[in-house]
């Protein structure tokens, strides 16, 4: 039903349209408590096989929704209803900024895929604060990623990401601090481990100090090569962190197959993070890397391609404790988590495994 939808209408109209009217529709579930928790009783996770813990937090399930979609935690009540197990709002900045000039997200239809650019458009921390205090009472797990502020140059990178911290990290689940995202001049830079370390450390005394001391994840480009990849696992261990997200969208275009069709082949060129089915199998080396590296000593959070029950099931064998997806979602349509968390189920029932804890890392080296 939705694929036909898609393909008839949706795909017809501009992607970030569609987007700012999905958006308001699921805030205007979020703020209708009876039937979201219709939904929410209907289409949320409510298995006890499939609940995780990961860094001290009870999640319902392994498979969230990754930062990018609800920017400015608009919607998370809503997002969470529909069966993700956690909402990864932002990127949050610590101003407000308007992002890059439109047109800034493109469809790759024939590649599943998206290219995007947007550039932390949100209305800044103070601003999704209050909007996250919202949030609290309701069953709805939510890490907040924070970013730096395009306007601040690089020597004021650490005191721009504490001032997104001190407000937010009280109010989030898990913190993550983004720098990988290729749409803010310079961020990527900040994975260099002579950058990351005091950034980190900053942030995580900030983290530290809140009243539930909140979690602390970095997430991580997959254009870093391997080596670097090992450096920023060798630096999460020995600050103490508590997980990383791999990967965020890529700049390579390289694994762009389906660019037959006039459409995509047109789209290939525009910059911006791509993601989606192209991201899959580097998304998955840089999983299979870190699990390598660090065992079970971090929570892994796998992100890149990810669009059926087989990648969240590969996913959760390579070491990851959470998945999340995002792009598929555009493809798949608003019923995608609670078919993955029902179809998760059943595997788990046939592998006779009453436990996830008993698939994690199972074919992990
Ligand atoms: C339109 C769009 C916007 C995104 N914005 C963010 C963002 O603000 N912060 C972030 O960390 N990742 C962002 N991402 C990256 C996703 O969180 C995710 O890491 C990436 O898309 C790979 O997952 P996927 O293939 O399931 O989409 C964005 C992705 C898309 C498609």
Redesign the pocket.
């Known amino acids: 039903m939705y694929r036909f939808v898609f393909t008839q209408v949706l795909s017809r109209l501009d992607p970030e349209d569609i987007h700012r009217l999905t958006v308001r529709a699921l805030r205007l579930l979020s703020v209708t408590p009876v039937v979201r928790r219709l939904v929410h009783r209907r289409l949320a996770p409510r298995d006890p096989a499939l609940r995780v813990q990961a860094f001290g937090v009870h999640f319902p399930g392994p498979f969230g929704l990754?930062?990018?979609f609800d920017?400015e935690a608009g919607c998370v009540e809503a997002l969470s209803a529909l069966g993700f197990s956690h909402v990864e709002v932002?990127?949050i900045t610590a101003h407000a900024q308007p992002g890059n000039a439109r047109p800034r997200?493109f469809r790759l239809p024939a590649n599943r895929a998206?290219i995007?650019r947007?550039g932390?458009n949100n209305a800044g921390a103070g601003a999704a604060a209050r909007l996250l205090r919202r949030t609290r009472g309701v069953p709805a797990i939510v890490g907040v990623?924070i970013?730096k502020t395009k306007v601040v140059p690089e020597s004021g990178a650490v005191d721009d990401y504490v001032t997104s911290a001190k407000e937010l990290a009280p109010l989030a689940d898990y913190l993550v601090v983004?720098v990988?995202?290729p749409n803010t001049p310079g961020l990527r830079d900040l994975q260099a481990v002579e950058l990351l370390g005091p950034l980190l450390r900053a942030v995580k005394e900030v983290a530290d100090g809140t009243p539930k001391r909140t979690p602390l994840l970095v997430?991580i480009a997959p254009d870093l090569a391997d080596e670097d990849v090992d450096a920023v696992a060798d630096l999460a261990l020995e600050l103490g962190l508590d997980g990383i997200i791999a990967?965020?969208?890529t700049i390579s275009r390289e694994a762009l197959t389906a660019v037959e069709r006039p459409r995509d082949r047109a789209l290939r060129d525009e910059t911006g993070?791509l993601?989606?089915r192209p991201?899959k199998a580097r998304s998955l080396q840089v999983l299979r890397r870190l699990r390598a590296r660090v065992g079970d000593r971090l929570v892994l959070v796998s992100?890149?391609?990810?669009e059926d029950v087989d990648d969240v099931w590969e996913r959760l064998l390579a070491g990851a404790t959470l998945v999340q997806?995002?792009?598929?979602l555009i493809y798949e349509g608003p019923l995608w988590a609670h078919r993955i968390n029902r179809e998760l189920s059943r595997r788990l029932r046939r592998h006779g495994a009453v436990d996830l804890r008993q698939i994690i890392g199972r074919t992990a080296s």
């Not at 992100?303 to 990810?306: C, I, L, Q």
């Not at 997806?325 to 598929?328: E, I, K, L, P, V």
């Open positions: 990754a930062a990018g920017k932002g990127t997200l998206v995007n947007m932390f990623n970013g983004n990988s995202s997430k990967t965020n969208t993070g993601s989606g991201l992100v890149g391609g990810v997806g995002y792009t598929a």
